[in-house]
């Protein structure tokens, strides 16, 4: 599914035109975002956890030249789903109902 086809959702199932929907899937988006980037968590009862992770520099390769190159360390965010949206994924349902 992409933003696309998830803003196309909102909008049919809340019953709201295309440009609200966006307004809506675009401020939740980055609500998150700026969230994560101020070091906050972001929980959603139900369906999973945003955070952040670091990750420490590291000495990598270069596949092409097979030359070695300096990986500066980084914080990535991570997504941890919540026990609900792993049952219904690994449900027996093509809908997960």
Do not use: H, N
């Given at each position: 599914?992409?933003?696309?086809?998830?803003?196309?959702?909102?909008?049919?199932?809340?019953?709201i035109p295309r440009r609200e929907a966006e307004v809506v899937v675009e401020t939740m988006l980055h609500s998150i975002v700026q969230a994560l980037r101020a070091g906050d968590k972001v929980e959603i009862r139900g369906f999973g956890k945003f955070d952040t992770?670091?990750?420490?520099?590291?000495?990598?390769?270069n596949p092409a030249s097979?030359?070695?190159?300096?990986?500066?360390?980084?914080?990535?965010?991570?997504?941890?789903?919540?026990?609900?949206?792993?049952e219904l994924i690994n449900s027996s349902g093509p809908d997960g109902l």
């Open positions: 599914m992409t933003k696309a086809d998830l803003i196309e959702e909102v909008s049919r199932v809340v019953e992770r670091q990750r420490s520099a590291r000495t990598g390769r097979g030359q070695t190159v300096e990986v500066p360390a980084k914080t990535i965010p991570f997504f941890k789903p919540g026990k609900d949206v792993r």
